[in-house]
């Protein structure tokens, strides 16, 4: 098992690479594409532990970021849906969002619906500022809660 985890820690370049690495990895993990960026941030938290807030840091402004773009994506597929029908389309099915503002953009770390969520905010025009900055303290908390529950249940001793 320690072979294969070398292995994956070596394809993803954290030993050498790093921060980036983990910005990076955070930053594509809030897109629509399927990826996690957990795996990197533990990664790099066990072999650097004195790095955990940094690397905490780093993936909330990685993920952060995606999520704005997934936003800004959202808001241009309206801008384009409403130059072709001629008039302004909403979704019915999430009034909920409608009702909860910018506050939803706090769910944008669950997994599977949180980063559609950053882009139906935008498709919605919720306001770009208050939704980023929801967007940070959920994607914050959950790089803690996740990177911390993973070093206490998870055995690093036998890496060194």
Known sequence: MQETLMSWLHVLALPEV???TVFVAAFVSATLLP?????????????QPDLFW??????TAGNTLGG???WWMGWGAHRAVDKV???RSEARALQWLRRWGPKACLLSWLPIVGDPLCA??????LPFWPCVAYMA??????????TGALIW????????
């Open 153 to 160: 249940a998870v055995p690093t001793d036998w890496l060194w």
């Open 120 to 125: 139906v905010a935008g498709w919605m025009k």
């Open 18 to 20: 790093g921060l980036s």
């Open 35 to 47: 990826m996690g960026s957990e795996a990197v941030v533990f990664g790099m938290v066990t072999l």
């Open 137 to 146: 303290v959920g994607k914050f908390a959950r790089y803690v809660i996740m």
């Open 68 to 70: 704005a773009v997934s």
């Open 54 to 59: 940094t690397t905490v840091l780093v993936a």
């Open 85 to 87: 029908r001629g008039q």
